[in-house]
């Protein structure tokens, strides 16, 4: 089993950058793709980044191409998203989670969730 934990939210005016934190216990992370989704109020839970194991292939929704980063320290299994150029529209609980298996692909599932963390991003 594998908990995570995310950290580094908060309140944030618009333009201004987060890092996310998401820090992985219970077993290492090393060789499981991750990654970032979001639920704003009313809305559906949605992607938002992956990462594969190793860190060599990430991925992003649209929305978030250009101003989002997500990246690992596998030695420290920690999970990041480094979010720039903030937006009210990014205001959201934002989870990370883990896959079983070490590869990014369209069919891509995740199995373990954290509890989220809110942004929230003031206009």
Same mark, same amino acid.
């Not at 939210?9 to 992985?24: E, F, H, T, Y």
């Not at 938002?48 to 978030?64: E, P």
């Not at 250009?66 to 990041?80: K, P």
């Not at 998203?81 to 692909?105: F, G, H, M, W």
């Given at each position: 089993? $594998?908990?995570?934990?995310?950290?580094?939210? /908060?309140?944030?005016? +618009?333009?201004?950058?987060?890092?996310?934190? =998401?820090?992985?216990? /219970?077993? @290492?992370? @090393?060789?499981?793709?991750?990654?970032?989704?979001? !639920?704003?109020? /009313? *809305? &559906?839970? &949605?992607?938002?980044?992956?990462?594969?194991? /190793?860190?060599?292939? #990430? #991925?992003?929704?649209? @929305? $978030?191409?250009?101003?989002?980063?997500?990246?690992?320290?596998? +030695?420290?299994? %920690?999970?990041? %998203? !480094?979010?720039?150029? %903030? *937006?009210? &529209?990014? #205001?959201? $609980?934002?989870? =990370?989670?883990?896959? #079983? $298996?070490?590869? %990014?692909?369209?069919?891509?599932?995740?199995?373990?969730?954290? !509890?989220?963390? !809110?942004?929230?991003?003031?206009?």
């Amino acid at each position: 089993q $594998v908990q995570l934990v995310e950290s580094g939210g /908060g309140l944030v005016q +618009a333009g201004g950058s987060l890092r996310l934190s =998401c820090a992985a216990s /219970g077993r @290492s992370i @090393s060789y499981n793709a991750m990654g970032w989704f979001r !639920q704003a109020p /009313g *809305k &559906e839970r &949605e992607f938002v980044a992956a990462i594969s194991w /190793g860190g060599g292939s #990430t #991925t992003y929704a649209d @929305s $978030v191409k250009g101003r989002f980063t997500i990246s690992r320290n596998n +030695a420290e299994n %920690l999970v990041y %998203l !480094q979010i720039n150029s %903030l *937006k009210p &529209e990014d #205001t959201a $609980v934002y989870y =990370c989670a883990a896959a #079983t $298996v070490p590869r %990014l692909s369209a069919s891509l599932k995740f199995d373990y969730w954290g !509890q989220g963390i !809110q942004v929230t991003v003031s206009s």
